[in-house]
């Protein structure tokens, strides 16, 4: 499956952005995604986790109660609506996709999309 997110962008804090994920692949909706970000000079940090049906989500407790995951099989999307956005959210924001369990570790999704960047002004 290859990955490619976007809807990032520059954005006061207290404000909302909504991030996309594109998938290609005929099996998209056989797996787990994610998205994760990855501030300057640090790891990249799980946020959130979606079933393969949607029915099942897990969220980072930074995010939980501010962000929202949702999919859309028919369309191969994923989307990371993001709301009550704080400077520290900023960072490059990633999608990726599983074929393993709903998981928090970067090394078991094994496919990326390209990264979209968030900076929340202060």
């Known amino acids: 499956v290859q990955l490619q997110a976007s809807g990032g962008g520059l954005v006061q804090a207290g404000g909302s952005l909504r991030l996309s994920c594109a998938a290609s692949?005929?099996?998209?909706?056989?797996?787990?995604m994610g998205w994760f970000r990855q501030a300057p000079g640090k790891e990249h940090q799980f946020v959130v986790a979606?079933?393969?049906?949607?029915?099942?989500?897990y969220y980072a407790d930074s995010v939980k109660g501010r962000f929202t995951i949702s999919r859309d099989n028919a369309k191969k999307m994923v989307y990371l609506q993001m709301n009550s956005l704080k400077p520290e959210d900023t960072a490059v924001y990633y999608c990726?996709?599983?074929?393993?369990?709903?998981?928090?570790?970067?090394?078991?999704?094994?496919?990326w999309g390209q990264g979209t960047l968030v900076t929340v002004s202060s």
């Open positions: 692949g005929r099996t998209f909706s056989s797996y787990v």
């Open positions: 979606i079933s393969w049906s949607g029915g099942s989500t």
């Open positions: 990726a996709a599983s074929t393993h369990r709903m998981t928090t570790i970067p090394d078991e999704y094994p496919y």
